[in-house]
């Protein structure tokens, strides 16, 4: 009998660790510019929760606070950003502060960091501002961010990228550090059933940890990413951690993309659909 890919008590801890992710606190207060609050409450609105409204002056920013998982959301035009900062610093929330600065046709979408709790957003009212400041929520979520994504569908297709990015790169750091040949694959395996737990988190899905590993395994036969990593390795020697930690980043991603579609497709009961929508990707 060959001998299965993850340890099955720490398959069953991650599941119950994710469990508890999903129900951590998330929430979204705006403030700041009121043209802007109304249309950020429609975007964020969409299909989810509609977000609480911070209504009091700039100025009185210090004031508010807040617990980790709850995120500030403030906009202010170019010209009133160092009031913002100052009042902010004076709170600094503990969920985190994406304050985003409205410069119009001159803005950007860079995302800066004033302060470890502050993601600055060089935002303008349209489709790349919105997408930018969903990244930047994401992102100061942290580990509340399968959470988040749960809460506000909005934010689910970035949280559910930042999860998939997150896993592939830890993926690869394990495929760059574990130097016997096989010892990788059972940390690799439970990291993307972890992953596709969270997956299932984001999108509100039912999911037990069995099925977990049976979608990693189904997706992951049919990509062969176990066969091309042995291919390569056999024909460049002395190269075998840039390998592994290539295919254990591009194999997870690859893995990820395929667990977000079937949890968009409301995560049919079987199998088959994973199949599929592999062949389409390798397509």
Not at 66 to 81: I, M, R, T, W, Y
């Amino acid at each position: 009998m060959s001998r299965s890919p993850v340890n099955f008590t720490k398959l069953r801890q991650a599941w119950e660790e994710t469990a508890e992710t999903a129900g951590l606190s998330a929430g979204v207060t705006l403030g700041g510019d009121k043209d802007l609050i109304r249309a950020a409450q429609d975007h964020f609105a969409a299909g989810g929760t509609t977000p609480a409204i911070w209504s009091r002056p700039l100025a009185e920013l210090s004031q508010i606070s807040s617990v980790a998982g709850e995120l500030l959301v403030v906009f202010v035009p170019a010209a009133e950003e160092v009031e913002a900062l100052a009042a902010l610093e004076g709170a600094k929330p503990a969920g985190g502060v994406v304050l985003a600065v409205d410069e119009r046709e001159s803005a950007t979408g860079k995302l800066s960091h004033p302060h470890k709790w502050c993601v600055r957003v060089s935002f303008h009212d349209g489709a790349r501002g919105w997408r930018r400041l969903f990244e930047a929520c994401t992102e100061l979520a942290g580990e509340h961010v399968v959470a988040l994504g749960r809460r506000y569908a909005a934010l689910r297709s970035m949280a559910a990228r930042r999860v998939i990015y997150r896993a592939a790169a830890q993926n690869a750091l394990i495929g760059a550090t574990f130097f016997v040949p096989g010892t990788d694959m059972p940390a690799m395996t439970l990291n993307q059933a972890k992953m596709v737990l969270s997956l299932a988190g984001i999108y509100g899905a039912e999911i037990g940890k069995d099925r977990a590993l049976e979608l990693v395994g189904v997706a992951g036969v049919g990509f062969g990413l176990r066969t091309l990593a042995r291919a390569f390795l056999r024909g460049t020697p002395g190269v075998g951690w840039v390998i592994k930690a290539s295919t254990g980043f591009t194999g997870t991603v690859a893995l990820g993309f395929v667990a977000k579609r079937y949890f968009e497709m409301e995560a049919p009961a079987g199998t088959s659909k994973v199949q599929a929508l592999v062949g389409k990707l390798k397509r």
